[in-house]
Antibody, heavy 116, light 106 residues
Framework: VQLVETGGGLIQPGGSLRLSCAAS????????MSWVRQAPGKGLEWVSI???????SYADSMKGRFTISRDISRNTLYLQMSSLRAEDTAVYYC???????????WGQGTLVTVSS | SYELTQPLSVSVALGQTARITCGGN??????VHWYQQKPGQAPVLVIY???NRPSGIPERFSGSNSGNTATLTISRAQAGDEADYYC?????????FGGGTKLTVL
């Protein structure tokens, strides 16, 4: 199992960015996939989850600004982020897991910096 | 909304036992998972569903969960155990993390 995030970078406040997470060794559509972020020097903060049935859930501060999705043909998870703010600056991790086994696989993370 | 409370820091002497707590209202009714994170690295699952160890995690790591407190116990602490530790639960289709505990091995 491997998760590889891409798409991070420097973006101006108010801008948009799409993160990708390429999965291998398993099928993203058959599993629970989450995005978790970590601001510099801070703790882990859950962002969003997409369940195997395709339903989604978001942390309150991301609702309406972030959209999680997946591409079955590419076996890839996405996070579309819009109306970005300075406080969205963080390392964003793609992760797999559920309540039965915990979050058992994590990507290496991709850094998003929101700054003018 | 549900909250998880962890101590900011815990210290333990080399070779002794460290206990990191995670408090939450009736947390004993939930599955608690624990993660270890070293600087510059992604988190690693060390305990899942209260007390289960993933393959590759030493037996020195154990967990318990009852009432309003879940506990991660690290026996015979080693210098390599120095890290941040996070508890995590699922609550109403959302994922919650505790604030994290920095473990220092003296």
């Amino acid at each position: 199992v491997q998760l590889v995030e891409t798409g991070g970078g420097l973006i101006q406040p108010g801008g948009s960015l799409r993160l990708s997470c390429a999965a291998s060794g398993f099928t993203v559509s058959s599993d629970y996939m989450s995005w978790v972020r970590q601001a510099p020097g801070k703790g882990l903060e859950w962002v969003s989850i997409i369940y195997s049935d395709g339903s989604t859930s978001y942390a309150d501060s991301m609702k309406g600004r972030f959209t999680i999705s997946r591409d079955i043909s590419r076996n890839t998870l996405y996070l579309q982020m819009s109306s970005l703010r300075a406080e969205d600056t963080a390392v964003y991790y793609c992760a797999r897991g559920d309540d039965g086994r915990g979050i058992d696989y994590w990507g290496q993370g991709t850094l998003v910096t929101v700054s003018s | 909304s549900y909250e998880l409370t962890q101590p900011l820091s815990v210290s333990v002497a080399l070779g002794q036992t460290a206990r990191i707590t995670c408090g939450g209202n009736n947390i004993g009714s939930k599955n608690v998972h624990w993660y270890q994170q070293k600087p510059g690295q992604a988190p690693v699952l060390v305990i899942y569903r209260d007390s289960n160890r993933p393959s590759g995690i030493p037996e020195r790591f154990s967990g318990s969960n009852s009432g309003n407190t879940a506990t991660l116990t690290i026996s015979r602490a080693q210098a390599g155990d120095e890290a941040d530790y996070y508890c995590q639960v699922w609550d109403s289709s959302t994922v919650l993390f505790g604030g994290g505990t920095k473990l220092t091995v003296l």
